[in-house]
């Protein structure tokens, strides 16, 4: 579900760039409402997809229902921390915010989700990686947007990369 995603996502960029042009559509992309509205869209994608709240073990499948208060919980907390945190004037509490949600999310993901044992092999989900991977880049470029914090999104990319792979090494 997740790769099929981002495969149109990688289709949608071509006509995308053919439409605005390169720097157009990069000055667009690198918006602050713009990494908000993707993350929120990618928030409710996971609620609906149960990917956000993946409670998969071994050779159990199923998270359950889409609607379990578990799952409406945690996308629900998250939603209400990222807008909390965009929508604020001060800037302290944007950054107490966001930073809330940040640690929010990383417990989540380290010692609640499930999807990272899955199968025969024990393998991590490639939808589930896929879809962390993507919404803590998110997370990550928010923050660094939002700041001004001078490092380039590749970087961002790389230590999103480095957070996963601990997960998955360590924390399966």
Request: charged share 10%.
């Amino acid at each position: 579900m997740t790769l099929l995603l981002l495969i149109l996502l990688l289709i949608a960029i071509p006509i995308l760039i053919k439409k605005y042009g390169y720097s157009n559509l990069f000055s667009i992309i690198n918006q602050t409402k713009t990494t908000l509205i993707v993350l929120v869209v990618w928030i409710v994608f996971g609620f609906f997809t149960q990917l956000d709240y993946n409670q998969d073990w071994g050779c159990i499948g199923g998270s359950g229902y889409i609607f379990s208060n578990s799952n409406m919980l945690y996308s629900g907390i998250a939603l209400t921390f990222v807008n909390i945190g965009f929508l604020a004037q001060n800037k302290h509490i944007k950054i107490i915010v966001l930073a809330v949600e940040l640690l929010f999310w990383l417990y989540k993901l380290f010692l609640i989700k499930g999807g990272y044992v899955v199968g025969f092999g024990g393998i991590p989900s490639s939808d589930v990686v896929l879809f962390d991977m993507m919404a803590l880049f998110l997370r990550i470029l928010l923050i660094k947007q939002l700041f001004k914090i001078p490092i380039n999104a590749l970087f961002v990319l790389i230590i999103s990369f480095i957070i996963m792979a601990i997960k998955i090494k360590f924390f399966c």
